[in-house]
């Protein structure tokens, strides 16, 4: 296996196989990988992995990335695997193979708290299982492109080792911002993660030569821009997104709804929505999308 890069690639397509013991963190991979855009697929029976990459190579760029998750619970696991990784390696795609383990000790912690069983111990002890897995699994584990031990390693510590051998230089890896306007009179949208109200600044709907327009031209915006505390408040709130932002790509989340309320939707939040959607635009590693919820209902 060549391994070269952040990722294996191949004729229009990269692919990267995760594995490792059970309870050392492929799901947290898992999701990880589906967060920076790759197509993620479980326990995909081997011989249907090299069938899979040439699908996915042949979807005109919708599928470009593809994750494949696999543990001892796969029919044959070890060798068929093992001989697909080689197959698409002669082809050209050169797969990364991402390998997980943890110390014993952290293992069966994590199995105890969950109360959960291990896949291969049978009637026997968890360690047993443990054993037994680290067998089936030691050609993988030898020829892996990228060994974790998480042992020692928080989930967000995890998420950032993923992040850093995976991500690209792309919008995939780009924290997600929908800058989303409203009207308070037809509720609060339920998937909000921030939410402000503007309705301290005078309402363009009283104005009779502004009432018919919306937040989105220029005669409104304008007007709403150029309010007392207008471009204040949008300057000290971009100031607040940018702490929170920061937050909560350390926690690990890269999708923010941040929702931008008045009185019926129509003028000053969708004024102000799209003053900080011009602005998020601007900052490097954000991707925004500006959405009016309320428009036209009246």
Known sequence: MTGQGSAGSGPGIEVAVVSGLSGAGRSTAAKVLEDLGWFVVD???????????????????????????????????????????????????????????????????????????????????????????????????????????????????????????????????????????????YGLPLDSDLVVDVRFL?????????????????????????????EEFVDRYLGLLDLVGAGYRREGKRYLTVSVGCTGGKHRSVAIAEEIGRWLADRDGIQVNVEHRDVGRE
């Open 202 to 230: 005078p309402n363009p709907h009283w104005i009779p030569e502004l009432r018919e327009y919306t937040g989105r031209d220029h005669e409104v915006s304008d007007y709403v821009l150029s309010q007392e505390g207008a």
């Open 43 to 185: 326990n995909l029976p081997p011989e249907l992995i090299a069938t899979m990459v040439e699908l996915g190579s042949r979807a005109r760029g919708d599928v470009t990335r593809i994750a494949v998750v696999m543990d001892v619970r796969s029919r044959a696991f070890t060798d068929d695997l093992g001989a697909v990784i080689k197959d698409l390696d002669s082809r050209g795609y050169r797969p990364k193979l991402l390998f997980l383990e943890a110390s014993d000790a952290v293992l069966v912690r994590r199995f105890e708290n969950n109360r959960r069983s291990h896949p291969l111990q049978g009637a026997g002890r968890i360690t047993d299982g443990l054993n037994a897995e680290r067998e089936v699994l030691r050609p993988l584990r030898e020829d892996a492109d990228l060994l974790v031990d998480t042992s020692n390693l928080s989930v967000h510590d995890l998420r950032s080792r993923i992040e850093g051998s995976f991500a690209q230089e792309s919008a995939s890896a780009a924290t997600r911002v929908t800058v989303l306007s409203f009207g308070y009179k």
